[in-house]
């Protein structure tokens, strides 16, 4: 796609930059800064009082610092707004338990475009310990939350959480904050992007070791903020978006020593748990420890997931065994910064699962039953590490050296049965489909039944290496340059016996395949380079000019092979799956229509010019990147052998506004941007890919790019007078020639056929409302409200036997309430909650199955008060289910787990937990879209009881 900039396009550009040229101009400020430390330790000083002096010893001004405040870089945080010319004058700084100390402050001039100042590092000596006689305690109640500047933060102590309960138990606790599943954070609907340990990041992505392990009585306060990047620190100014922050603080006590805790845990059902979990802080470093083995396959935790539901539970029954280490070690002041982390993860999974679907074809809907029998095994180990260096002033290096391997194999059993009309309106039809031979019961309905089993074997490897510098010249402006390179290589063995029964055919016989794949290997090279400049116009105009240049180069062989026409192999040979006849047999039966070799060269150029404003109250950015593409495709494949070159232009704008009031609380937010995507080169190949035979897919050399337009909003507004919070996300999000794929199904054979081209309309527009607040002075009774409206309209192609696909518009929607009101007391909580969903899929076409489905549940958590050293954690909840295709699925399911938790000591301490303790439980989820509505019944974990013994670990100071 070309895209050519008119003269109307080049006017506004130029009048754009004016603008901003001119809010930036008349905001023209100067600045000087610096940090305060610890003169034994390097730590930053808090809430030292910083004095202006003139020369001849008037003051001029002064300021308070706060070390969650840090402006300019290298950790300043103190500094005085001025001209551009200041005078010679004196500093003086104080703080309590320290001595005061003065510095001459030299005469500064500010070059052209200069905004900002360091100045050196003041360093204070404490004062000698001084006896204390004797302080007076004063009990008040604790406010759980407040605002600092435009930080929300938590007050830990505040909240009751039970005994032995981590990090995420606090959490959850705190008020419009939702823990998903995986560890995502979601403030007032608003995702957390970063999860930070007392400023630090901890264990790479994976917050789930934070979130398990932490306990949450070594909490201080949780704060969640919009944070600088370091970029931004470095530069002293705004130089990035800033990243919406959870940073746990841990208690001054916690900060320095070792920390963990060993637990062992034995259940009904052979359950059993075994962990480990260790941490050792000083000023300046961090090594951590961890080991986990167990096979409850669930995260739930009586009492504490408010929001957990049965779909929350694993697709697998899990026996995990997995342990690492991360560090993290910096020096005093920060020259450099080492940190990094380790991972060795071992899992096996069993899976048994049930799915219905409905299928939208072109004349009348299609009902598919399915089973699943799934073994998996998987090993895998991960490790990151990061050098970061400050070895001159204004300049910074990193080093990051990554790598992963992994081994799996799988291993199972499917048996499926496509049907004219449901299933489920006769009696054992689903049943009888285990028999091996055609059977009465089967009915006219049955249109063929196919049984499979299979084996994968799969081994990969991903290795990467970057490099960056950062320099800062000509005072505020910066000199960023990237590169970085990779390489990974995976091997895979694929082993498949299939067959497929027409039982009513007369011309469609039963098909029997036994299969070998194999990928020998599939590896894949990249490289990338990258120069940027960014420059400040005035204090609060930032112009950034980039250039990035990647290569990537692919290689693949697969070969695909016909085991079933080897003698003494075909449909009635015993062999067990996984062996092979020699390979000089079955080579001689190679499908080279399904095998194929290729290898790829890609080229990205791509070039961005963005400008961004900000002030205390707007935020504005605006982004235009140019990407040229241009792909080198070589393919072999049946009786295509040829090579492929595109070349593909891409412009794709980005306009980002943000106004604040209430000092940074309240704000909306406005997004837009716009993605393109090329198709995938092997869809251009107008090859038929069989290897499913029932599931051909074709090619289309005509195919364009799709691109992407979203449109977002967010609003929150916390008003002054009251502890509420209102927030509003909204997206709307176009498609222009997505790339779908027009199917058309064979009724006499069951053989459908996909292919991909380009469709207009497709669209989803959603918004969620969130309201918290609480309903008394003493902050002890809260109230929380969720509401979710998803609309989407999905445009596809369907067709029947000899018809050329027609147009399908498909609507679906999908809504969600939860409500939730909490009475918190001392070592009393109890929660109340109640939510439901509705789904449908409508269609305007005549032979279209509308589908409509509902759940809704209610219930309550409760954490009892301490008694003689007991507490008893508990949640009893309703689950129900309704419009489902399966009636098996549509129940009503009353689900209790319940935790009894006993101190024998400070250190040690035992529980009682019950799952499922009913034996009501079940797992069944569905899904729409506009191809068809798939509901699926998943195998759970017995309900069991387990006994759990803690030992804490904790070594201060």
């Given amino acids: 796609m070309k895209v050519k900039a008119t003269t109307r396009d080049k006017v506004s550009l130029v009048f754009i930059v004016l603008f901003f040229v001119s809010l930036g101009v008349s905001a023209q400020e100067h600045y000087f800064y610096g940090g305060v430390f610890d003169a034994a330790t390097r730590i930053i000083v808090d809430s030292v009082k910083v004095t202006l002096f003139s020369e001849n010893g008037v003051a001029q001004d002064s300021m308070v610092t706060d070390k969650n405040v840090k402006v300019g870089y290298d950790n300043a945080t103190w500094y005085f707004w001025c001209g551009k010319h200041v005078p010679k004058g004196k500093l003086l700084f104080s703080a309590v338990g320290y001595e005061e100390r003065e510095i001459e402050l030299p005469a500064i001039s500010f070059k052209s475009r200069e905004t900002m100042r360091q100045m050196p590092n003041v360093y204070l000596r404490r004062k000698p310990k001084e006896k204390v006689l004797g302080e007076a305690v004063i009990q008040a109640t604790k406010i759980k939350f407040y605002h600092k500047g435009d930080t929300l933060v938590f007050n830990a102590d505040a909240f009751e959480v039970g005994e032995g309960s981590m990090l995420d138990a606090l959490i959850r606790q705190l008020p419009g904050v939702e823990l998903k599943k995986g560890g995502e954070i979601f403030v007032n609907g608003r995702r957390v992007e970063d999860l930070l340990l007392n400023g630090q990041k901890f264990f790479g992505e994976d917050r789930s070791l934070i979130l398990d392990n932490l306990p949450a009585y070594t909490v201080k306060r949780v704060q969640v903020l919009e944070k600088s990047t370091e970029l931004s620190r470095r530069m002293g100014k705004e130089a990035e978006k800033k990243i919406f922050t959870m940073d746990v603080r841990l208690k001054k006590a916690y900060s320095v020593g070792w920390l963990g805790h060993l637990l062992g845990g034995v259940g009904t059902h052979n359950r059993k748990v075994g962990q480990l979990f260790a941490i050792r802080f000083t000023p300046h470093s961090r090594l951590s420890v961890y080991g986990n083995a167990n096979n409850i396959s669930d995260e739930h935790k009586p009492g504490e997931n408010e929001d957990w539901t049965p779909n929350d539970l694993s697709d697998y029954q899990v026996t995990t065994k997995k342990g690492g280490f991360d560090y993290l070690f910096t020096h005093p002041e920060e020259r450099y910064k080492v940190y990094g982390n380790t991972q060795v993860l071992s899992q096996k999974s069993f899976a048994e699962q049930q799915e219905t679907g409905i299928s939208f074809v072109a004349d009348g809907s299609l009902w598919k039953y399915k089973t699943l029998e799934d073994h998996q095994r998987d090993f895998g180990v991960t490790t990151q590490n990061t050098w970061e260096f400050h070895p001159w002033k204004h300049t910074w290096t990193w080093l990051s050296l990554n790598a992963s391997y992994q081994d799996m194999k799988k291993q199972g059993a499917n048996l499926q049965g496509l049907f004219s009309q449901s299933p489920f309106t006769q009696l054992g039809l689903t049943d009888s489909l285990r028999v091996l031979s055609p059977h009465a019961t089967w009915g006219q309905s049955l249109l063929h039944r196919l049984t499979s089993e299979y084996l994968n074997k799969r081994k990969a490897f991903v290795g990467n290496a970057s490099f960056s510098l950062q320099r800062r010249v000509w005072g505020n402006d910066m000199i960023l340059a990237n590169s970085s390179i990779s390489y990974s290589q995976e091997r895979s063995k694929d082993f498949l016996n299939r067959l497929v029964v027409y039982p009513h055919s007369q011309t469609v016989a039963s098909n029997f395949d036994r299969l070998f794949s194999k990928m020998d290997p599939s590896s894949s090279l990249s490289a990338e380079g990258s120069a940027t400049y960014m420059a400040w116009m005035n204090a609060t105009l930032l112009f950034t000019a980039d250039y990035s240049l990647r290569y990537s180069r692919t290689r ?181 020639n997505s790339i779908g794929y027009a199917s058309v199904y064979d009724r006499h054979t069951g053989v459908t056929v996909y292919t991909p081209r380009n469709v207009d309309g497709n669209c989803n527009w959603d918004i969620k409302l969130t309201h918290s607040r609480f309903l008394d002075k003493k902050q002890q009774l809260s109230l929380e409200i969720t509401s979710y409206l998803m609309l989407n309209r999905g445009v596809d192609f369907l067709g029947a036997s000899n018809t050329v696909p027609l147009r399908s518009v498909v609507h679906t929607l999908w809504t969600t309430s939860d409500i939730e009101l909490g009475y918190n007391h001392k070592n009393f909580s109890l929660t109340l909650l109640g939510g439901g969903g509705f789904n449908q899929a409508t269609s305007k076409r005549a032979d279209f199955t509308a589908v409509r489905v509902g759940e809704f549940h209610y219930g309550f958590t409760l954490k009892s008060p301490r008694l003689w050293n007991f507490q008893l954690s508990t949640d009893l909840k309703m689950y129900s289910r309704r419009g489902y295709e399966n009636p098996a699925a549509n129940t009503n399911e009353l689900i209790w787990n319940a935790r009894l938790h006993h101190e024998l000591s400070k250190r040690w301490s035992v529980e009682l937990e019950g799952f499922d303790i009913l034996r009501r439980l079940s797992n069944t989820t569905q899904t729409i879209n506009s191809q068809g509505h798939v509901e699926t019944f998943k195998n759970v974990i017995p309900a069991y009881f387990m006994l759990k013994c803690r030992l804490q670990l904790t070594k201060r100071g």
């Fill in 556 to 736: 693949q062989d697969f070969r695909h092979y016909l085991l079933g026409r080897v003698a003494g192999w075909g449909e009635n040979a015993r062999r067990e799956i996984g062996t092979l006849p020699s390979e000089v047999e079955y080579l001689k039966h190679i499908d080279r229509q399904n095998s194929f070799e290729l290898c790829s060269h890609a080229v990205w150029h791509n070039l961005a010019l963005n400008l961004k404003y900000e002030t205390s109250l707007w935020y504005v950015l605006l982004k235009f990147p140019f990407t040229r593409e241009h792909i080198d495709f070589k393919y072999a494949r049946g009786g295509f052998d040829g090579r492929i070159r595109k070349n593909y232009l891409f412009f794709v704008p980005e306009i980002d506004l943000r106004r604040r009031w209430d000092e940074g609380n309240s704000y909306v937010n406005f997004k837009y941007s716009h993605s393109a995507q090329q198709p995938t080169t092997t869809d251009l190949v107008e090859e038929d890919n069989t290897l499913d035979p029932l599931n051909i897919m074709k090619g289309n050399s005509a195919l364009k790019p799709e691109h992407t337009h979203n449109l977002e909003a967010e609003l929150q507004w916390k008003p002054r007078e009251d502890n509420t919070t209102y927030s509003l996300n909204s997206s709307l999000s176009w498609e222009r």
